[in-house]
């Protein structure tokens, strides 16, 4: 399964980025994903920052609750993060990735079995 991430790019502390993450799947087998966004920043290990559940639930690393928030449409076979109040420290290449589930499992990490799309890297300057 192919995922296509963009949006990354060069911001500002205080600015805002939305990522996007496009599967190249049907729109019913991606409402069968469990969606999340990993990121890793330099020399450090890839860690979970929004999960987004089947059925539309979310969760989040507690070092983004409140600026990051992640979304889906099915429809469009699209995951988005929202990124808002950056800071230099969520500087580091993003990724997201695709698990199928079933409708009760939202579990999502970076040594599961995941589709994985190719990265995009979020530079924040302070």
């Known amino acids: 399964v192919q995922l296509q991430a963009s949006g990354g790019g060069l911001v500002q502390a205080g600015g805002s980025l939305r990522l996007s993450c496009t599967a190249g799947?049907?729109?019913?087998?991606?409402?069968?994903?469990?969606l999340g966004w990993f990121r890793q920043p330099p020399g450090k290990e890839r860690e979970l920052v929004a999960a987004?559940?089947?059925?539309?639930?979310?969760d989040y690393a507690d070092s983004v609750k409140g600026r990051l928030t992640t979304s889906r449409d099915n429809a469009k076979k699209t995951v988005y993060l929202q990124m808002n109040s950056l800071k230099p420290e969520d500087t580091a290449v993003y990724y997201c990735?695709?698990?199928?589930?079933?409708?009760?499992?939202?579990?999502?990490?970076?040594?599961?079995?995941?589709?994985w799309g190719q990265g995009t890297l979020v530079t924040v300057s302070s």
């Open positions: 990735a695709a698990r199928s589930t079933i409708l009760s499992d939202c579990s999502i990490t970076a040594k599961q079995n995941n589709y």
């Open positions: 799947v049907s729109g019913g087998t991606f409402s069968r994903y469990t």
């Open positions: 987004i559940c089947r059925s539309g639930d979310t």
